[in-house]
């Protein structure tokens, strides 16, 4: 049963346009949300995070969007550069379970075309 | 000043065999985890430690036995390999191991069973 799903393995936007990647989840006991970024043969990387009690965090050009009733997640990229080619992972977790863990989704690749 | 390493970054063995792979953090974290990527990409904990101690032992065969001789490194050791356990695994830690913690990954090492 995969509570994280991203439904797009990948994606190709032109460099200076906007990348979208969304995120779908079922788990409605979920409250924190994190988006991870991958190289090929490098661990995944922390890229941002949201908790249940914004709708939206943004860090340079990066934006998370969270829509609690849709059980959804998106993060924006604007502008898309070239270096932003990798795979996307969201994550989710419950604060305060005590479980320590994240629950990921199986990743968008995104290639930004220059 | 790599932040979590592991090793080896490749390994190819029979099946039957055992073998380990070993990780540190040199981030000062009370916690480290395991994950395996599997050929579906999809990345899901396996094990999580914090102050040495076991706290997350998800659903993994016994063959699979994770040891912690201090904060610093938690290793992974595998019994009897199996084709199935071909994958990429990744170690990681996070500062006190709550479920909103960064986690950061190490680049993981590439498990191939023949």
């Known amino acids: 049963d995969q509570q994280v799903k991203q439904n797009s393995p990948s994606l190709s936007v032109q460099e200076g346009r906007i990348s979208i990647l969304n995120c779908d989840y079922t788990?409605?006991?979920?409250?924190?949300f994190l988006w991870y970024k991958k190289y090929p043969a490098e661990g995944p990387t922390f890229l941002i995070s949201?908790?249940?009690?914004?709708d939206k965090n943004e860090d340079g050009r990066f934006t998370v969007f969270l829509n609690k009733s849709a059980k959804h997640l998106s993060l924006h990229i604007v502008p898309s550069q070239p270096g932003d080619s990798a795979v996307y992972f969201c994550?989710?977790?419950?604060?305060?379970?005590?479980?320590?863990?994240?629950?990921f989704g199986t990743g968008t690749r995104l290639k930004v075309l220059a | 000043d790599t932040a979590v390493s592991q090793t080896p970054k490749y390994l190819v063995t029979q099946m039957g065999n055992d073998k380990s792979i070993k990780c540190e953090q040199n981030?000062?974290?009370?916690?480290m985890y395991w994950y395996k990527q599997d050929s579906k990409k999809f990345l899901k904990i396996m094990f999580s430690?914090?102050?040495?101690?076991?706290?997350i032992n998800e659903t993994v065969p016994n063959r699979f036995s994770p040891k912690s001789p201090d904060k610093a490194h938690l290793n992974l050791h595998i019994n009897s390999l199996e084709l199935g356990d071909s994958a990429v695994y990744f170690c990681?830690?996070?500062?006190?191991?709550?479920?909103?913690?960064?986690?950061?990954f190490g680049p993981g090492t590439r498990l191939t069973v023949l």
């Open positions: 990681a830690s996070s500062q006190r191991g709550s479920s909103t913690d960064t986690q950061y």
């Open positions: 788990n409605s006991m979920f409250d924190y």
């Open positions: 949201i908790s249940s009690i914004k």
């Open positions: 994550a989710a977790s419950i604060s305060g379970s005590g479980t320590y863990k994240y629950i």
């Open positions: 981030l000062g974290h009370d916690t």
């Open positions: 430690y914090n102050n040495k101690e076991l706290i």
